[in-house]
């Protein structure tokens, strides 16, 4: 079976959306790893939901479509390593924010799925995501992605992960965090 896949990730000022975290930890905590096609459908919905609500609030981002079978499969792979590697992980907690004196924290919510290539939801994804270049970074075009994902059938989605960063609020991403190399794919999200 071909596949295609949708990876989209948000950078959030903690700060700016201060239920966000803890609506995304609690989804998070209570998705089952059996989860039915419909239990999938709402754990989604709710986080693709909240992030689209807190979408001002989001400074850096990027998402993916690719419906070539080996390139989503290799990217798949990726994000998935996302979730298991320390890639994220601090050394020692990011302590209080003071937003005051640039002491800004963040988080990350990662969402990657494996679509079906020709279902219905593969190709309203893909007609989505067909968004002219000088617009890819935009917040509306997050918008536009998000939404789509409240639209999809489980039915027509292999294989999905989803990861917040971080767990606890103390171990936040702070701006030199995101300066990092590592979280060069971020790219500032334009209005």
């Not at 998705?31 to 709710?46: G, H, I, R, T, V």
Request: with cysteine; glycine share 6%.
């Amino acid at each position: 079976m071909r596949v295609s896949i949708l990876a989209v990730e948000l950078a959030v000022r903690m700060d700016r959306a201060p239920r966000l975290h803890a609506h995304l930890c609690e989804n998070t905590r209570r998705a089952l790893p059996a989860a039915s096609l419909q239990e999938k459908w709402d754990f989604y919905a709710s986080c693709a939901g909240a992030l689209r609500a807190e979408l001002g609030a989001a400074e850096r981002g990027c998402w993916d479509f690719f419906d070539d079978d080996a390139r989503a499969r290799k990217d798949f792979e990726m994000w998935k390593g996302g979730m298991t590697t320390r890639e994220g992980a601090r050394e020692a907690p990011s302590g209080e924010a003071d937003p005051y004196r640039g002491g800004v924290r963040y988080l990350t919510f990662t969402i990657a799925m494996l679509l079906v290539h020709g279902s219905s939801s593969e190709r309203a994804m893909a007609a989505a995501c067909e968004i002219p270049d000088a617009q890819l970074w935009r917040r509306a075009s997050f918008a536009r992605v998000l939404d789509a994902v409240r639209a999809l059938s489980f039915a027509s989605v292999y294989s999905d992960v989803a990861y917040l960063i971080p767990r606890d609020a103390g171990w936040a991403l702070t701006s030199e965090d995101l300066a990092q190399e590592k979280f060069e794919y971020l790219r500032p999200i334009l209005d």
